[in-house]
């Protein structure tokens, strides 16, 4: 009776096997390949406010495309602005320090100016929304080695661009030149950093961000913030 029912055990065991084998092999064949490595990134970097109007849209836009974003902020830009500052970190995005003055001979002055300066933007940051930023932009872009030293040691992560929509380089650009340009210039890039401003000017950055999401989600590109 045991030999039987022993039999009997090893023969449904290997049945099993076999259908278990079979089952593996058709979720294999039809599961979708996916590989971090051939995802395509793209951070969306925006410089240069708060302002009211421009930063308000921009946030409405990244709101409604469920996005997050990393906004590098100016420090003096906070004052009257507090709310817009409050929203960008109530919506999930990142907030950066920029500069306090964007007062570029005053900032480069000396490295310990530099940090001055940092410090009085983060502070503010701090005040204002309780968060303390980790990233960092130089204002007028560059890599600084020396005083990135420092920033590093401080906590900050040095954030640079390598792909611009235009709205500083090219006067009065209207909002299909932005995206043609920050098509243009991120051919090629793995992630793409793009570099936009919202500033009080920049209402064309505004104005074009929609398309440049569009275009960038068509190509495949996943929206990441630092």
Not at 27 to 45: D, H, Q
């Amino acid at each position: 009776m045991q030999k039987k029912f022993l039999s009997f055990a090893v023969a449904l065991f290997a049945v099993l096997l076999v259908l278990f084998a079979h089952l593996g092999a058709r979720l294999t064949a039809s599961a979708p390949v996916f590989s971090l490595a051939e995802e395509k990134r793209i951070y969306l970097t925006f410089d240069d406010g708060p302002s009211t109007v421009v930063t308000e849209s921009i946030l409405d836009t990244l709101a409604k495309e469920q996005i997050k974003a990393t906004f590098f902020v100016v420090g003096e830009r906070i004052f009257g602005r507090e709310e817009t500052l409050r929203r960008i970190v109530k919506e999930g995005h990142t907030v950066g320090v920029h500069s306090y003055t964007h007062r570029y001979r005053e900032i480069y002055a000396s490295d310990e100016a530099l940090l001055a300066d940092a410090e009085a933007c983060a502070k503010l940051i701090r005040k204002t929304t309780g968060v303390v930023p980790a990233v960092y932009r130089f204002p007028g872009g560059g890599e600084h080695p020396s005083a990135a030293a420092l920033l590093r040691q401080k906590g900050y992560r040095i954030v640079l661009w390598n792909a611009v929509c235009g709205d500083e380089e090219i006067k009065n650009a209207d909002a299909a030149t932005l995206l043609q340009t920050a098509l243009q210039t991120a051919k090629g890039k793995e992630p793409v950093v793009l570099l936009l401003h919202d500033s009080a000017p920049h209402r064309a950055t505004a104005a074009a961000l929609p398309a440049i999401i569009e275009r960038f989600r068509q190509a495949g590109y996943v929206f990441c913030a630092f």
